[in-house]
Nanobody
Framework: QVQLVESGGGLVQSGGSLRHSCVASGNILRIVDMLWYRQDPGMQRELVAAISRGGAVEYADSVRGRFTISRDNAKNTMYMQMSSLKPEDTAVYYC??????????????WGQGTQATVSS
């Protein structure tokens, strides 16, 4: 059994900052890629940022220069620092990981999601 547990998010004014964390636990052999998605009600889930095990990063155009994704492989943890927040960044943020389990299965695992709300 593998799970991702998120923390962070919250309510902040436009221009402020928030930080999300995502910790993976369970029967994990190796985490390959870790990603952050977000979703507004009635909208499709959107890929926000991704980071490989080696630290290569990608960002959606809408957040590049404002969000920073990082990870600590020793702690099976991923972070996303969100700065210069805008009301349109309001969404539920989900972490996602591609990993190999100790039973040598490759799994995509989702976190439970955390709300980030940016007021204007």
């Amino acid at each position: 059994q593998v799970q991702l547990v998120e923390s962070g998010g919250g309510l902040v004014q436009s221009g402020g900052s928030l930080r999300h964390s995502c910790v993976a636990s369970g029967n994990i052999l190796r985490i390959v890629d870790m990603l952050w998605y977000r979703q507004d009600p009635g909208m499709q889930r959107e890929l926000v940022a991704a980071i490989s095990r080696g630290g290569a990063v990608e960002y959606a155009d809408s957040v590049r220069g404002r969000f920073t994704i990082s990870r600590d492989n020793a702690k099976n943890t991923m972070y996303m620092q969100m700065s210069s927040l805008k009301p349109e960044d309001t969404a539920v943020y989900y972490c996602n990981a591609l990993l190999a389990s100790t039973s040598l299965q490759f799994l995509y695992v989702w976190g439970q999601g955390t709300q980030a709300t940016v007021s204007s």
